[in-house]
């Protein structure tokens, strides 16, 4: 009995941790509606500098408590900051641009915080004062855990007052549901919308510095715990607070127990959690349908189907590209051919986001999907590299429509959050079936047969099937299919109302989305020679998120631009410095202040003023 | 102090994307004065008020303001010089109570301007002051759109732009509506309201200024439109 006791409240000690972080992230989300993966970046810089500040003053309680305040606050200033360099500058952008933005800042802190503190775990000093544990029915539980589980109801109370009880609080209320009304009455937004991203910031950085007690200080806290917040945001319903305090108690205690009841499983348990609470309750435990996010649909022009000589344009770069290898040596090649793969790859999702408005965080899971159902094939039956090519897209395909058939049944962050739960299970049933995958061993060997095996003959290959993929969903897209597609996402209701079923398009475009990215998966496997469960992980449907968003949505060649763009600026910084993250996101920051509109709109807004001129 | 007008638009252009609503507007609006401007559905009535609030991405032509330029200002900066903006739509703060619905509104007291308190505007609209703890997405229309009025008047304007107050409202409602105007008028404020009902028009104002595609093509007192049965009929009649 009593170690159930121990197991819950440690379950309210992560919980009050993960409700910092995510009471912070659903404050910038409800206001400002900006999905801000730097979050959980000030959440690791919370951490270093509570490690740093506890180091210089943690001996004593007084200088303990305030150095996890002065991190705090110090990173609210940082996310001040950012508002005022970067987001203000973004929000006339289309949606995405933003969150194509604070990727930008994840990847600059990610090697600024290397640089200043190393890669190596830092252990911190333990809080003065609470160093000791109670005993709880005979069982030792740290006090200083005790005082976590107590700040978490104190953060809300005073969150709650803050918003309902201060002019400040109400109008930054009025700000997050009608920006443009709020300012015709003399409140200036941009300035509420610095003070709540400071506020936001601080929150993660206090959740951040209260960490450094409990344990090691490293450089993937990040991404781990802004996934999780994600969760919490979702399951609470986005932008309420109470939602988050109920969630985050909600996915302590599964954390708490579920290692217990289900070890196999501990990965996915809390997005299994969150696909069954989203089935449930479309827009989370206490959201509202109204809160619901604004989709990707961007209300830029149309895309018109290029006429006169640009018509050409695709086949007259694919047969350049095709003569390549005449001058190019083997690297060339190699990178070459990876260009191509991760085209394809990120024009089946521009196939879900431009077209769709459907905004996927999963793609991986089918490239992925490709991959492994290639490799499974040749590892297991000794498959010949045309029949597991074959199988990638089919594999990949049936995976999207399983998983498309509950994610289109909601629509904007939700849909987002409910592919990304179906990729973390993806990539779980991969990480941990060892007898089938391998693990996070892969699988070797999977090498085209001699006739493919030179890099000019596998280019080759490659650019005939990802390059007829690729025309096959230009073709879609401009095939009443699309049509059909983009007026769902202009207007479900509309679209709905002259007869035409929305989800079942959008879930068939799921579906074929999934079996390009799953055919680009099968290619990358031969390329490579071997897979692994990296290729479904949360960073590759990032990067795919990334090309899309670089090159634009609102073209057909943005993908294809921004997949070149961003592989080749990619490789050349890692070939070239250590520090290629700062580099890469630096770009991507100049790029989006330079280019609101993404690369490939740019250039065809120059091309159309050339010619209205 | 002056006889220079309050407001005064000259040439005002507008964009909606690459849709160019507003062709050139000319408006002057005098201290204590109420202008009514007319015009059709779509005439460009809504756009030009918005135009001189800032709240388009694209404009052109000088708005003057007691005597300062504000074409090029944001609308929060125009809001705190004393422009009070009514919308049409009635977008009041679902989510916020009328008292804090209020309490966005309000600004510090302004020279020149009457100044408004809660207790004030409850006295002016005493349906408010039943629901002051009411949320806005639980009252009717015409509730609703007593409180857009109240809410922006709580910023102590000196001008309102006022956007179609008495479309969708019950006839006892508009009734309410045309004497709240009166009385804002009696205390000195001056209005620039939009309006396709003529009888309210004609309740409320001195002045009309009539638009029809995106130009101002009528301009006088309110009796002078009433007698042109001419003018109406090219550019109000439906």
């Known amino acids: 009995m009593s170690f159930y006791l121990v197991q819950f409240l440690s379950g309210l000690a992560t919980a009050a941790t993960l409700f910092l972080v995510s009471s912070g992230l659903t404050i910038v989300f409800g206001v400002t509606r900006i999905v801000n993966f730097a979050h959980g970046s000030f959440y690791m810089l919370g951490a270093y500098l509570g490690w740093t500040l506890v180091e210089r003053w943690g001996s004593t309680p007084l200088g303990f408590w305030g150095a996890v305040a002065a991190s705090a606050l110090a990173v609210g200033l940082l996310g001040a900051l950012m508002e005022v360099g970067l987001l203000r500058r973004l929000y006339r952008s289309p949606e995405l641009f933003q969150l194509l933005a604070t990727f930008g800042v994840v990847l600059v802190v990610q090697d600024a915080a290397s640089w200043i503190w190393g890669s190596e775990d830092l252990l911190g ?58 300012s015709a009455l003399g409140v200036d937004p941009a300035r509420l919308f610095t003070g709540v991203l400071f506020l936001g910031s601080a929150l993660a950085g206090l959740g951040g510095a209260l960490q450094v007690p409990r344990e090691a200080v490293n450089l993937h806290m990040d991404m781990a715990i802004v996934v999780e917040a994600f969760v919490v945001v979702v399951v609470g319903g986005m932008g309420s607070l109470t939602g988050a305090f109920v969630a985050s108690l909600l996915i302590g205690q599964l954390q708490a127990f579920g290692i217990l009841v289900f070890p196999q499983i501990t990965l996915v348990l809390v997005f299994l959690f969150m ?48 003569a390549v290898p005449l001058v190019a040596g083997d690297y060339a090649l190699i990178v070459l051919t990876e260009v191509v793969i991760l085209a394809l790859l990120a024009a089946s999702l521009h196939l879900l986001i431009g077209l769709g408005g459907l905004v996927s965080f999963g793609h991986a899971a089918y490239f992925g999907l490709g991959a492994y159902g290639a490799a499974l094939l040749v590892k297991h039956f000794a498959a010949p590299m045309p029949l597991a090519l074959a199988a990638a897209p089919l594999v990949a395909g049936l995976g999207a429509l399983a998983a498309g058939w509950f994610c289109v049944r909601r629509s904007g962050l939700y849909f987002a959050m409910l592919t990304l739960a179906f990729a973390q299970i993806v990539w779980s049933v991969t990480f941990q079936w060892y007898g089938v995958t391998g693990g996070d061993n892969g699988i070797l060997g999977v090498w085209p047969p001699d006739w493919a095996a030179g890099k000019a003959a596998y280019y080759w290959l490659t650019l ?95 993908p294809v631009v921004g997949a070149a763009l961003f592989h080749l600026l990619e490789t050349e910084a890692m070939s070239r410095t250590d520090w290629w993250r700062l580099v890469l996101g630096a770009i991507i920051l100049v790029l989006v202040l330079a280019f609101p509109k993404g690369v490939a709109g740019f250039v065809r807004d120059l091309w159309t003023r050339g010619r209205d001129a | 102090m002056t006889t220079q007008p309050l407001l005064s ?41 918005k135009a001189i609030m800032g709240l388009l991405d694209r404009r052109a032509g ?91 008047l709580m910023g102590n304007p000196s001008l309102l732009l006022l956007d179609e107050p008495s479309e969708g409202l019950a006839p006892r409602i508009v009734q309410q509506m045309a004497d709240a105007l009166r009385a804002l008028k009696a205390e000195g404020l001056s209005i ?37 049965e001419a003018v109406r009929r090219a550019y109000l009649a439906v």
């Open chain 1, 275 to 322: 696909a069954v609470v989203l089935v449930i309750r479309p827009y989370g435990l206490l959201g509202r349908a109204e809160d619901a996010p604004p989709t990707a649909a961007s209300p830029g022009p149309p895309l018109v189907a290029a006429a006169g000589a640009a018509r050409w344009a695709p086949a007259l770069l694919l047969a350049l590209l095709a």
């Open chain 1, 125 to 182: 000093r333990r809080a003065p004062g609470l160093r000791g544990s109670v005993d709880i029915l005979d069982q030792p539980f740290p006090l200083y855990d005790l005082v976590l589980i107590g700040l978490g109801p104190l953060v809300l109370g005073l969150l709650w007052l803050l918003f309902n009880r201060t002019r400040w609080g109400t109008l930054v209320r009025a700000a997050t549901q009608d920006r443009d009304m709020a």
């Open chain 1, 464 to 558: 005939a099937l990802a390059g007829g993929a690729l025309l096959l969903l230009r073709r879609a897209a401009f095939a009443p299919f699309g049509y059909t597609l983009r007026a769902g996402r202009d207007s479900t209701l509309r679209a709905e109302s002259v007869g035409i079923d929305v989800r079942r398009h959008q879930w068939l475009s799921f579906a074929l989305a999934g079996s390009a990215a799953g055919l680009a998966g099968g290619l990358y496997a031969f390329s490579k020679g071997s897979v692994f469960p990296t290729l479904m992980a949360v960073p590759v449907s990032v990067d795919a998120l990334v090309m899309v968003l670089m090159g634009g949505i609102q073209t057909l060649s943005g």
């Open chain 2, 62 to 152: 000088s708005v003057t303001f007691d005597g300062r330029d504000v074409s090029a200002l944001p609308p929060h900066r125009i809001a705190r010089l004393g422009l009070g903006y009514v919308p049409e739509d009635r977008r009041v703060f679902t989510d916020l109570t009328v008292e804090e619905n209020l309490e966005v509104g309000r600004q510090p007291p302004r020279d020149g301007a009457p100044h408004w308190t809660p207790d004030r505007l409850y006295a002016l609209f005493p349906n408010l002051a039943e629901m002051r703890g009411r949320r806005g997405g639980r009252m009717s229309g015409g509730e609703q759109q007593m409180l857009t009025l109240a809410r922006t």
């Open chain 2, 9 to 49: 638009v000259r040439g005002l252009q507008a964009w909606y994307g690459r849709a160019h609503i507003l062709t050139g507007v000319d408006l002057v609006v005098g201290r204590g004065e109420v202008v009514a401007l007319m015009g059709r559905n779509g005439a460009g009535k809504t756009t030009t008020l």
């Open chain 2, 192 to 228: 620039l309201v939009s309006e396709q009902n003529l009888a309210f028009a004609a309740a409320v104002a001195d002045r009309a200024s009539v638009i029809e595609k995106g130009q101002i093509r009528f301009e006088g007192p309110m009796r002078t439109l009433l007698e042109d």
